[in-house]
């Protein structure tokens, strides 16, 4: 991270990317994601119509590293949609990572104001 006392950048503007990246490394890697592709390539991932009713939230690994589950977050109304494709997202999601990395997928229902698009 960037000291403000740093004489390199003294004058100089900065980019916000180069301010805030070590940042963000720090917060996603808190969540459980090794990088942040699943976060900004879900969509594609995923496709779009699960990915507009859904957004990855955090990847947790048990303490033995037998099992690793994905949380995502669920507009309510489409929990019970997106629930009968739980299995499809665990297989994509592994697919994008080239081997089984998740061993479940879990939702969280959240109401529409508290369902927040990563767009």
């Given at each position: 991270m960037i000291n403000r006392g740093d004489r390199r950048f003294e004058g100089k503007f900065i980019q916000t990317s180069v301010i805030l990246e070590d940042l963000i490394k720090k917060n996603i890697t808190k969540k459980g994601f090794g990088n942040?592709?699943?976060?900004?390539?879900?969509?594609?991932?995923?496709?779009?119509?699960?990915?507009?009713?859904?957004?990855?939230?955090?990847?947790?690994?048990?303490?033995?590293?037998?099992?690793t589950k994905l949380i995502i977050q669920v507009f309510r109304a489409y929990t019970s949609q997106v629930s009968l494709c739980l299995d499809f997202i665990k297989q994509r999601v592994n697919q994008f990572?080239?081997?089984?990395?998740?061993?479940?997928?879990?939702?969280?229902?959240?109401?529409?104001?508290?369902?927040?698009?990563?767009?």
């Open positions: 942040s592709n699943l976060l900004f390539q879900w969509q594609d991932i995923v496709g779009a119509e699960i990915g507009i009713m859904t957004r990855p939230l955090k990847i947790v690994t048990s303490k033995d590293k037998n099992t990572y080239g081997y089984n990395a998740i061993s479940t997928v879990i939702m969280k229902q959240t109401g529409p104001y508290e369902f927040k698009s990563i767009d």
